[in-house]
T-cell receptor, first 114, second 117 residues
Framework: AQSVTQPDIHITVSEGASLELRCNYSYGATPYLFWYVQSPGQGLQLLLKYFSGDTLVQGIKGFEAEFKRSQSSFNLRKPSVHWSDAAEYFCAVGPQSTASKLTFGTGTRLQVTL | DSGVTQTPKHLITATGQRVTLRCSPRSGDLSVYWYQQSLDQGLQFLIQYYNGEERAKGNILERFSAQQFPDLHSELNLSSLELGDSALYFC????????????????FGPGTRLTVL
């Protein structure tokens, strides 16, 4: 069965510092991989996705993620965090064979200090 | 704004009652997905419909049911509600797989917050 692990429940960074959120997945084949962000009281917004091809993908709001097949990881990075990035971040995996359900990690809550 | 709409935004009801949550997908999207987000279970997939037909089922209780109508909007029906059903319910939609530029992503609505008292 597919699963997603986000080992960090809560991360605090200073504004302007770099950020890396970890995501490891378990899946039988190459999956689709996604990062979503959820601000308080809001829905989920797609930050970026890995579908195929270049393993370093760029997303919105200055985020990027790197797919590493050998490590079953898809870590999210941002070189300089802004206070508005404070939110909850979810990594998700979906099957390539059919457009079907996403399996989400438990999320990482990001706090940004000024 | 993802283009997916959900109503109502908030719903407060009592145990044993029945409620209906409504979702309108993005224009052109044929798939609708329902997810439940709770503190103890996280984000869990409930059910998927594609062009009016059930396509996939997740951890959906027998007390819950859904349908997708000819105009592609979907409703999630929750009955015999229990305190533990209190959660945020999200609807998501995705475009047909054969659509140009399809990438498998799902677009989420703002959610319906259900509180069962």
């Amino acid at each position: 069965a597919q699963s997603v692990t986000q080992p960090d429940i809560h991360i605090t960074v200073s504004e302007g510092a770099s950020l890396e959120l970890r995501c490891n997945y378990s899946y039988g084949a190459t999956p689709y991989l996604f990062w979503y962000v959820q601000s308080p009281g809001q829905g989920l917004q797609l930050l970026l996705k890995y579908f195929s091809g270049d393993t370093l993908v760029q997303g919105i709001k200055g985020f990027e993620a790197e797919f590493k097949r050998s490590q079953s990881s898809f870590n999210l990075r941002k070189p300089s965090v802004h206070w508005s990035d404070a939110a909850e971040y979810f990594c998700a995996v979906g099957p390539q064979s059919t457009a079907s359900k996403l399996t989400f990690g438990t999320g990482t809550r990001l706090q940004v200090t000024l | 704004d993802s283009g997916v709409t959900q109503t109502p935004k908030h719903l407060i009801t009592a145990t044993g009652q029945r409620v209906t949550l409504r979702c309108s997908p993005r224009s052109g999207d044929l798939s609708v997905y329902w997810y439940q987000q709770s503190l103890d279970q996280g984000l869990q997939f409930l059910i998927q419909y594609y062009n009016g037909e059930e396509r996939a089922k997740g951890n959906i209780l027998e007390r819950f049911s859904a349908q997708q109508f000819p105009d592609l909007h979907s409703e999630l029906n929750l009955s015999s509600l229990e305190l533990g059903d209190s959660a945020l319910y999200f609807c998501a939609s995705s475009e047909p797989r054969l659509a140009v530029g399809w990438g498998g992503e799902q677009f989420f609505g703002p959610g319906t917050r259900l509180t069962v008292l």
